[in-house]
């Protein structure tokens, strides 16, 4: 049974199941699923998985969602799956290491800036959907320009730009929760101009994906 999570709505049209209302979230029972809209940003993602999993056994977690693309990155229209996840919001402009404060400590290992999705979970999903793997990188703000997009980009060695997916991955390592995340790109990071964007194409790759992955969890 997976937990699926996407910041809007507008992410998901393609799932059917019953309606439920958990906390401040709304969601959706189907076969094979429990779906919650968690809002937009970090805190949103965050506090909805952990609120969901404290409250209710979670087996596996995925987070699916738009995204921008940075250059060279994956190609508009694109779905992947997205092996670790930077968030670059925390600290310095250069992060969280060089104030000495770990974002996140499990046993040994101190976790500052790089989050990393369940690699077994990830590269099960990259081969069964046919799927690249790519770096993520979160920040509450969006990148308005293309050079801050790009400097983003060559800092911190990522290809792809949201609002969620560090969060998400954090909370899944702090819960000991497998988890996953799907980002279909619909906009070139740093672009607002949105006749270059290609949403509905995303959001189609986004389904697709979904749908794919529903229907092998139901098969014997
Ligand atoms: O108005 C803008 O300039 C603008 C640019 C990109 C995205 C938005 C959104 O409101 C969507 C936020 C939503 O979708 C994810 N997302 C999609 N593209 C990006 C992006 O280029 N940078 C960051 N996040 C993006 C994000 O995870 C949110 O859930 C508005």
């Known amino acids: 049974m997976w937990l699926l999570l996407s910041p809007t709505r507008l992410e998901a049209p393609f799932l059917k199941g019953e309606p439920f209302a958990f906390l401040a979230w709304r969601g959706l029972k189907g076969k094979g699923f429990v779906y919650l809209e968690t809002g937009i940003g970090k805190v949103n993602a965050a506090m909805a998985l952990a609120a969901y999993a404290v409250r209710n056994p979670v087996e596996k977690a995925l987070l699916f969602g738009l995204a921008g693309a940075y250059p060279g990155g994956p190609s508009l229209g694109e779905a992947v799956l997205v092996g670790e996840e930077v968030e670059a919001d925390l600290g310095l402009k250069e992060g969280l290491a060089p104030l000495g404060f770990p974002a996140l400590v ?3 290992r101190r976790y500052f800036n790089r989050f990393p999705l369940d690699p077994g979970l990830t590269q099960g999903l990259a081969q069964g959907l046919g799927l690249k793997v790519a770096v993520g990188l979160t920040r509450d703000l969006v990148s308005e ?76």
């Open 145 to 220: 320009t293309l050079e801050e997009a790009l400097a983003l980009a060559q800092r911190w060695g990522a290809s792809l730009e949201n609002m969620e997916g560090a969060a998400f991955a954090r909370a899944c390592l702090a819960l000991g929760v497998r988890g996953a995340e799907l980002r279909a790109l619909s906009n070139p990071a740093g672009v607002r101009d949105k006749a270059r964007w290609r949403t509905k194409e995303a959001l189609s790759a986004l389904a697709q994906a979904v749908r794919q992955l529903l229907a092998e969890e139901g098969a014997p």
């Open 106 to 108: 499990l046993g040994e």
